[in-house]
């Protein structure tokens, strides 16, 4: 069983920045897939970005298009953590941000929410124009 806790949620302008960090329980998180999804009031729970691990200390990081370029992912196994930092923020990145892990996720499928098993609670980003 693995626990995550989203923190680093709030409300931001249009152009700012922020970093969304996710602390899980497990200590051998480090050979699990970890990201984030989003879902925005009445749409559907979509990938943001993730990790993948590919064995040893080999992860490769994935971004949905939408963010490419924007938004970074780092993790930290030292910690068992995962941070978003988000820049360049604009009012269509609103939305509950959640992070998300699990051992499915592979190099070449890691953006469908079933193939994660745990989540964290969620963390609301506001973006305002």
């Known amino acids: 069983q693995v626990q995550l806790v989203e923190s680093g949620g709030g409300l931001v302008q249009a152009g700012g920045s922020l970093r969304l960090s996710c602390a899980a329980s497990r200590r051998t998180f480090t050979s699990y897939a970890a990201g984030w999804f989003r879902q925005a009031p009445g749409k559907e729970r979509e990938f943001v970005a993730t990790t993948t691990w590919s064995g040893g200390s080999t992860y490769y990081a994935h971004y949905a298009d939408s963010v490419k370029g924007r938004f970074s992912i780092f993790r930290d196994n030292a910690d068992n953590t995962v941070l978003l930092q988000m820049n360049s923020l604009k009012p269509e990145d609103t939305a509950v941000y959640y992070c998300?892990?699990?051992?499915?996720?592979?190099?070449?499928?890691?953006?469908?929410?079933?193939?994660?098993?745990?989540w964290g609670q969620g963390t609301q980003v506001t973006v305002s124009s």
């Open positions: 998300a892990a699990g051992t499915r996720p592979s190099r070449t499928s890691y953006d469908s929410p079933f193939n994660y098993d745990y």
